[in-house]
């Protein structure tokens, strides 16, 4: 079969993108692993009528309306390769078959790339966490914590302040002195020494351990991790990429279009702000110009 749209990737920016498709009565193939990036999140906050939702349940959710849908085929299989000839795509999975499509969505998300310390990785997404806006109200008033790990740090420990006590933990790093006075105006203490471990109950956090021999109690450890692609395709097919702080992303257009024509991206891999509404926005908008594209052609959309 030949598709109107491939997408790759089935989560929140790819799932709304078939929405809307498959509403415009387009045939749609969805790509998907069954990894998104959030799985490690018991509770999404923000996003109206599902604040507090387990994020599983809500792709889960989507996925099944998306799949009444009968111009919607799912392949739980992942994109190896793609290439463009004759005004069409081809695209390779890792099962060794080969899909086309006239239009191309990569929505394939990213994956944070944590720092290699005892603790942390067992407690990612519970009480060591990235986003304060998706999850510091749940820890509002509690022990807080960030962890310097990228040029971010520090404007993440400035805004940490507004939800709890906090403490910047410089892990060894250097602090300019105008930071540093800037973080003591918002009441944010700053500790210098290296920290060796995190410990805790199950997957919550109760302290952190330094190397100078002491413990400090904490509640919720923030970082703001580096992140990959989870793919190459974007880069293969001659996509602009910028490369970033903490990670890269495929440049795109106000439409969600890449530079390579017919190619449109969605999601975390566009934008160094992470949340499922802004995935999912990406992804109608995306959806509404592939539409537009396959029914003007060539011109202005």
Request: hydrophobic residues 40%; aromatic residues 8%; glycine residues 10%.
């Amino acid at each position: 079969m030949h598709y109107d749209a491939i997408i790759i990737g089935g989560s929140f920016a790819g799932l709304s993108a078939a929405m809307y498709l498959a509403r415009a009565r387009k045939s749609v193939c969805v790509l998907d692993t069954g990894e998104p990036r959030n799985r490690f999140a018991a509770a999404s906050h923000g996003l109206f009528a599902q604040d507090g939702s387990d994020p599983k349940l809500m792709l889960d959710t989507m996925r099944q309306q998306v799949g009444a849908y009968p111009t919607v085929r799912f392949f739980n299989d992942a994109a190896v390769e793609a290439q463009k000839a004759d005004g069409s795509f081809s695209v390779t999975l890792q099962s060794g078959a080969t899909i086309a499509g006239k239009r191309l969505l990569l929505a394939f998300g990213v994956s944070d790339i944590l720092p290699e310390m005892p603790g942390l990785a067992e407690r990612w997404g519970a009480s060591v966490i990235h986003c304060p806006y998706c999850h510091g109200y749940e820890f509002s008033d509690r022990l807080l914590g960030v962890l310097n790990v990228s040029p971010m740090s520090y404007h993440q420990a400035m805004l940490i302040a507004d939800w709890g006590p906090a403490t910047f933990y410089l892990d060894g790093g250097e602090l300019e002195a105008a930071a540093s006075e800037a973080l003591s105006r918002r009441g944010v203490r700053i500790e210098p020494a290296r920290v060796e471990h995190v410990t805790g109950d199950g997957s919550n956090l109760s302290a952190i351990h330094l190397s100078d021999g002491s413990t400090q109690p904490i509640d919720a450890l923030f970082i703001s991790p580096r992140n990959r692609l989870n793919s190459e395709i974007a880069g293969t097919l001659g996509c602009d990429i910028d490369h970033g702080p903490l990670g890269s992303t495929v440049k795109v257009d106000q439409m969600q279009m890449t530079s390579v024509p017919d190619v449109y991206a969605a999601g975390d891999i566009t934008r160094m702000a992470h949340n499922v509404t802004f995935a999912c926005a990406d992804g109608v908008m995306a959806a509404m110009a592939i539409h537009r594209s396959l029914v003007f052609g060539g011109d202005k959309q």
